[in-house]
């Protein structure tokens, strides 16, 4: 059942931050359903960070477009 939810929590997030971000807030409090905390930040961070990619991916011509703001916000 534990497999169940954080798949389900995983590919909802995923959706999530294709669309407005905010994906974490369906992964971290199901990795700490059974993982301690620390780890589920890590590991919620590193398990969307594809998607994030892919989803700057499909928006680089919006990005394109703003690109001077995206260069100064990359080190932030």
Same mark, same amino acid.
């Given at each position: ?6 798949? %389900?929590?995983?590919?909802? =997030?995923?959706?999530?931050? !294709?669309? +407005? /971000? ?19 930040? %890590?590991?919620?961070?590193? =398990?969307?960070?594809?998607? !994030?990619? +892919? /989803? ?21």
């Amino acid at each position: 059942l534990a497999w169940v939810v954080l798949c %389900a929590s995983a590919f909802f =997030a995923g959706v999530m931050n !294709s669309v +407005a /971000g905010g994906g974490t807030l369906l992964t971290f409090p199901a990795l700490t359903a059974v993982i301690s905390p620390a780890f589920a930040n %890590a590991t919620s961070t590193v =398990a969307l960070l594809p998607g !994030s990619i +892919a /989803g700057a991916f499909g928006y680089r011509k919006e990005v394109w477009e703003c690109r001077r703001f995206v260069v100064r916000m990359l080190l932030p």
